[in-house]
């Protein structure tokens, strides 16, 4: 099966179900939101998505006027708004959802996500996509270029 590059309105709501599972069961955590742990370069730290993430951050961008991302000089993630904030906060991928800086009280443990990410690695199953996840910016860029 040739895998799809576009999202159902079903998927699209499984995804959102998926964040809402995981906002459901929220560890304390002291985010400042500085947007440090968007800046790749600086952190050595990217975020990893599977494919039906990959789109659904594509579905934000699209809705925020854009068709395509420029990379950044800086390694920080295409994604970060001048303003230093995420541009696509509502789609967002997983990875961006559990994981915090050692200051802000650190990743989610795997126990507490792994269903949640067995239930998004299932979601790649289903629409035939078999290469696992890969790192966000990449992904994102395909999902964007395959956009239809
Ligand atoms: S998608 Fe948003 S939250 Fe995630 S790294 Fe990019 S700017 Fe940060
Ligand atoms: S987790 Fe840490 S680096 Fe990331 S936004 Fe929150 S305070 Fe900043």
Known sequence: MKPSSSLST???????????DLEARPLPRAC????????????????SVTRVEALYAAVGVRAAGRTKLQPRADGACSCLGKDGR??????RPFGCRTHFCEEA???Y?????ADLIRRLEALDVSIGWRNGPRD??????????DWK
């Not at 995420?86 to 789609?91: E, G, L, P, S, V």
């Not at 443990?109 to 996500?113: A, D, E, G, I, L």
């Not at 966000?136 to 860029?141: N, V």
């Open 136 to 145: 966000f910016p990449e992904a994102l860029e395909d999902a964007l270029e």
């Open 10 to 20: 079903a998927l699209k709501e499984q995804i959102r179900q998926i964040y809402a």
């Open 105 to 107: 009280g650190g990743m």
């Open 109 to 113: 443990p795997r126990k507490h996500v």
């Open 32 to 47: 400042q939101l500085s947007g440090g742990c968007c800046r790749f370069k600086l952190t050595g730290r990217t975020p």
């Open 86 to 91: 995420c541009t696509i906060y509502q789609n």
